[in-house]
C-alpha cells in the first residue's frame, strides 16, 4: 500500500470497505458543522467493531507460524475477546481468553457471570475463559500469559498471544488501511476533514489511524477520545507501537524518517468520567439521543463517551471550527445490553 513499506499478508474477515454518511440530523442541529459516520460497526454481525480489521492482520500471522491456539486478554465484557472467539471458532482455532473481572461482573460467592453480553458470546463461541481480580490481573498478565503458552506446548499444541485489544506493531496496519479507506471516502464525497474522531482504549485504532493519515499525505488530525487512562498513557503508547512498527515493514529504501516523533498525536482524556466501562449521566443522554434522532446506537464503553466527547469538543472546544467531521464508530453493542439500567426505564403498564 505504502511503496517504502511492506505490507504483511492478512485474511479477508472483515466486510470492508465499511460505509460512510453524513449524520443528517446530528449535521442540522450543529452550526456549521457536518458529522460523517464512518460505519465500522458494520465490519460483522458477531465479529463487528474495529477489532476485526487488526486481527486479520494477527490471525493470519498466528495460521503462517502453525499456532493452533489463540491466547488473549481483555475485561469480562470486551469487544475484542468476543470477536476474536467468534473468529476462532471461525478459523477452526482454540481461544483462551484472560479476563478482568471486578465484583459487578460476579455472583454472591466470587463466581463468574458469563451470561450476559460480549461474555455470553465468547462462552457460545466456545472460548475457553479464565477470570482474575483487577489488581491480580494488572500485576501478573505477562506470566498469565506465558504460563498458558507453556501450558499448550507441553501438550503438543502451540500458542500465538495477542495482547489486550489486539494493538501492536502488527495491529497497526488494521487502522492505516482504514485511514486510505476513509480519505478515499472522503474524496468521493467531496469533502475535506478537518478532523477524525475515535474513542481509544488500547491505542491501536488511533495510532493506526494517525499513522496511516501521515503516510498517505494528509495532515488531518486524529482526534482519539481516551476511554481511560490518561494522554501521557496513550501517547506513549502509540509512539512505541509506530517504533515497533518501522522496526518491522520499513524498507529503508531511502533514509527515512523517525516515525514515532513525527506522526502527530491529539488525545483527550476529558470525557472518560469515573474511569474504564464506568459511566455517566450525560454520556447516557448523549447515547440515547443519537438513537433517537440517527437511529444509531452506541455504546456506553467506547463510542458513547467519545461521541459525547466530539459533540461538547464542537460546542466549545478544540473542534469548533471544524466544517466536516469523521467520527469513526468502532462498534461495541453487545456492551449496551448489560448496563441497560442506566438508561432508568420505567416497566410500562400493559393496555388490555
Ligand atoms: C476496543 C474498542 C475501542 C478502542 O480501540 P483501541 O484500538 O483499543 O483503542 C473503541 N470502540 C470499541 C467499541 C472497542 O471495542
Not at 499444541?157 to 482504514?178: D, Q, V
Not at 471550527?321 to 426505564?345: M, S, Y
Request: proline share 4%; net charge negative; aromatic share 10%.
Amino acid at each position: 500500500m505504502f511503496s517504502n513499506f511492506s505490507t504483511p499478508e492478512k485474511l479477508s474477515l472483515a466486510n470492508t470497505p465499511t460505509p460512510f454518511h453524513r449524520l443528517v440530523n446530528t449535521s442540522n442541529s450543529l452550526q456549521n458543522c457536518n458529522v460523517w459516520l464512518k460505519r465500522d460497526d458494520f465490519t460483522g454481525g458477531v465479529t463487528s467493531g474495529n477489532k476485526i480489521r487488526k486481527l486479520e492482520f494477527l490471525l493470519q500471522d498466528a495460521l503462517l507460524n502453525s499456532c493452533d491456539t489463540i491466547i488473549t486478554s481483555g475485561g469480562l465484557q470486551s469487544n475484542h475477546c468476543r470477536a476474536t472467539a467468534a473468529l476462532c471458532a471461525q478459523l477452526g482455532l482454540n481461544c483462551h481468553l484472560i479476563l478482568r473481572v471486578d465484583q459487578g461482573g460476579r455472583t454472591e460467592d466470587g463466581k463468574v457471570k458469563l451470561d450476559e453480553g460480549n461474555a455470553l458470546l465468547s462462552h457460545l463461541c466456545g472460548a475457553e475463559i479464565s477470570a482474575y481480580s483487577p489488581s491480580y490481573y494488572q500485576n501478573n498478565l505477562n506470566e498469565i500469559f506465558l504460563s498458558y503458552s507453556q501450558h499448550y506446548e507441553n501438550k503438543g499444541g502451540k500458542a500465538y498471544c495477542i495482547p489486550t485489544g489486539g494493538s501492536n506493531a502488527l495491529g497497526l496496519w488494521g487502522y492505516i488501511e482504514c485511514a486510505v479507506e476513509i480519505l478515499n471516502q472522503c474524496r468521493d464525497n467531496e469533502i475535506e476533514p478537518d478532523a477524525i474522531v475515535c474513542a481509544s482504549g488500547s491505542g491501536g485504532t488511533q495510532g493506526g489511524l494517525s499513522l496511516g493519515c501521515y503516510l498517505a499525505g494528509s495532515s488531518v488530525p486524529v482526534h482519539g477520545m481516551a476511554v481511560c487512562d490518561s494522554v501521557d498513557y496513550f501517547e506513549s503508547k502509540i509512539r512505541a507501537d509506530v517504533h515497533e512498527w518501522q522496526t518491522c515493514f520499513d524498507n529503508k529504501v531511502k533514509p527515512s524518517i523517525d516515525l514515532k516523533n513525527s506522526v502527530p498525536l491529539f488525545t483527550n482524556d476529558k470525557y472518560i468520567g469515573p474511569g474504564y466501562a464506568k459511566g455517566y449521566a450525560d454520556m447516557y443522554a448523549t447515547v440515547a439521543w443519537l438513537a433517537r434522532n440517527e437511529g444509531v446506537i452506541l455504546d456506553p464503553v467506547y463510542t458513547g463517551k467519545a461521541f459525547h466527547g466530539m459533540m461538547e469538543e464542537i460546542k466549545t472546544g478544540s473542534l469548533s471550527n471544524c466544517k466536516n467531521i469523521v467520527f469513526v464508530h468502532t462498534g461495541g453493542i453487545f456492551g449496551l445490553f448489560p448496563k441497560a439500567q442506566h438508561f432508568n426505564i420505567e416497566p410500562i403498564s400493559s393496555e388490555y
